[in-house]
């Protein structure tokens, strides 16, 4: 399963709302994310980066994996943190982004119960990272001008084809 990569417009479009009850292509779905996920060494992924416009994420943190429909923050710490991110659709590079230390997270497992997660650290930033997503905003977006700037001349350098002689 190839994992779309920055510039795909699709990375920068919000993706829609699913309809757990009905939705039978979740599960699939959900199986392919993981396939894609794990296959690149990632902690989490969200559908739209591999072309599947839905709110829906997954995520391995605790070596469980953990799935979520229509995730949403609904309250972040006033506590915040910058540390570097790495981005399996911005692969070769990683930046600093400024995150919340804490958040709350809610949404609807594949079951169709509703959930609310409290997160801290990894997990919190995880969980803001793959939400992002759903709303078009890769880590670059997350950066000022000037450090947009170095990031995709690194990103860039990073990913040019090997020219070999």
């Known amino acids: 399963m190839e994992i779309l990569t920055h510039p795909n417009p699709v990375l920068k479009q919000r993706a829609a709302e ?17 396939e894609a996920m794990y296959e690149n060494a990632g902690v ?6 591999i072309g599947v416009s839905k709110r829906v994420i997954i995520f391995d943190v605790d070596d469980q994996l ?10 972040r710490s ?3 943190e910058v540390d570097e991110e790495g981005c399996l659709s911005v692969p070769g590079i990683s930046v600093p982004v400024k995150r919340a230390c804490s958040v709350v997270c809610t949404g609807t497992t594949l079951d ?9 650290e990894f997990l919190a930033r995880v969980l803001q990272h793959e939400t992002d997503h759903l709303d078009g905003t890769i880590i670059l977006d997350r950066l ?21 002689g």
């Not at 989490?44 to 980066?49: C, M, V, Y």
């Not at 169709?112 to 409290?118: E, I, S």
């Not at 990031?151 to 020219?163: G, V, W």
Request: glycine fraction near 4%.
């Open 18 to 34: 699913v309809d757990v009850a009905s939705d039978k292509d979740l599960r699939p779905l959900i199986r392919k994310m993981a």
């Open 44 to 49: 989490g992924l969200a559908a739209p980066q």
């Open 66 to 75: 953990s799935a979520l429909c229509n995730p949403v923050i609904v309250e």
């Open 78 to 80: 006033e506590e915040t």
């Open 112 to 120: 169709g119960k509703d959930v609310t997660l409290r997160a801290d």
């Open 144 to 164: 000022d001008a000037e450090e947009r700037k170095s990031a995709i001349k690194a990103y860039n350098a990073a990913n040019e084809p090997l020219q070999i």
